[in-house]
Nanobody, 127 residues
Framework: QVQLVESGGGLVQAGGSLRLSCAAS????????MGWFRRAPGKKREFVAA????????YYADSVKGRFTISRDNAKNTVYLQMNSLKPEDTAVYCC????????????????????WGQGTQVTVST
């Protein structure tokens, strides 16, 4: 069982930055690939970024590539999402998720591949 708690959301102006954190419980954090997803009002849940269990591989949605960076600290059981050059269309609830990892390079992108989810943190980008 893994419990995930996000933090770091808030209100920021367009062009600004935020850093989201996701703290995980349990002693097997390094066994899981981690991902960030987001859901905007009236829209489907969208994949944002994923990182392999070792941190050696990452994958991004085209919409955030070059602006967002996912990272993890296995010693602290925490995954991060650094968001730069934020746009109003980035406004959403951001959730982290944990997926049982098949390999050290596994970066799952589909929600069904993830077993555990956090409650989410709101990110609002104003014009």
């Amino acid at each position: 069982q893994v419990q995930l708690v996000e933090s770091g959301g808030g209100l920021v102006q367009a062009g600004g930055s935020l850093r989201l954190s996701c703290a995980a419980s349990g002693r097997t954090f390094s066994s899981y690939a981690m991902g960030w997803f987001r859901r905007a009002p009236g829209k489907k849940r969208e994949f944002v970024a994923a990182i392999s269990r070792s941190g050696g591989s990452t994958y991004y949605a085209d919409s955030v590539k070059g602006r967002f960076t996912i990272s993890r600290d296995n010693a602290k059981n925490t995954v991060y999402l650094q968001m730069n050059s934020l746009k109003p269309e980035d406004t959403a609830v951001y959730c982290c998720a944990a997926a049982p990892s098949r390999s050290p390079y596994h970066t799952p992108t589909g929600p069904s591949q993830y077993d555990y989810w956090g409650q989410g943190t709101q990110v609002t980008v104003s014009t």
